[in-house]
């Protein structure tokens, strides 16, 4: 990218069970260059390098207006642990707000593994509680 805007860090807890509610996912950046408006935004990936679910801070509605060079930025989401058991990597992006100029943008930033011993074939697996009452 550009660089105006550049990402310094991902961080995610490396494993994930079946008693994580959720995933949190912390990105750091620094602004380089002064910028009207930007967008970050993340993708997960599983082990076939398909996309699983993504967003960013336009489709949350939060603006990053305005900021100037040496700011640092740190963003936290938090996502629901609706993933299968399996291997994932995140790629994360800072973009103009028109998607036009790409100040940043990291491939396989971060990895996590689900192990939640719970698997199914499906691409999510979120939780489901089950009852069952018999009767006679």
Same mark, same amino acid.
């Given at each position: 990218?550009?660089?105006?805007?550049?990402?310094?860090?991902?961080?995610?807890?490396?494993?994930?069970?079946?008693?994580?509610?959720? %995933?949190? =996912?912390?990105?750091?950046?620094?602004?380089?260059?002064?910028?009207?408006? @930007?967008?970050?935004?993340?993708?997960?990936?599983? *082990?076939?390098? +398909?996309?699983?679910?993504?967003?960013?801070? #336009?489709? #949350?509605?939060? *603006? %990053?207006?305005?900021?100037? @060079?040496?700011?640092? %930025?740190? @963003?936290?989401?938090?996502?629901?642990?609706?993933?299968?058991?399996?291997?994932?990597?995140?790629?994360? @992006?800072?973009?103009? %707000?028109?998607?036009?100029?790409?100040?940043?943008?990291?491939?396989? *930033? *971060?990895?996590?593994?689900?192990?939640?011993?719970?698997?199914?074939?499906?691409?999510?697996?979120? =939780? +489901?509680? =089950?009852?069952?009452?018999?009767?006679?």
């Amino acid at each position: 990218g550009t660089e105006e805007v550049r990402q310094t860090s991902v961080k995610i807890k490396k494993t994930f069970g079946s008693n994580d509610k959720t %995933l949190s =996912l912390t990105v750091d950046a620094v602004v380089n260059k002064n910028v009207e408006e @930007a967008i970050l935004g993340f993708k997960i990936k599983n *082990a076939t390098n +398909v996309p699983i679910m993504g967003t960013n801070t #336009k489709i #949350k509605g939060k *603006a %990053l207006n305005n900021i100037k @060079a040496g700011d640092k %930025l740190t @963003a936290r989401w938090e996502v629901p642990n609706i993933f299968n058991d399996g291997d994932y990597t995140i790629d994360v @992006a800072i973009q103009s %707000l028109d998607y036009a100029d790409v100040y940043d943008w990291w491939e396989d *930033a *971060a990895y996590f593994r689900v192990e939640r011993g719970e698997a199914s074939s499906y691409s999510i697996n979120p =939780l +489901v509680e =089950l009852t069952i009452d018999v009767k006679s």
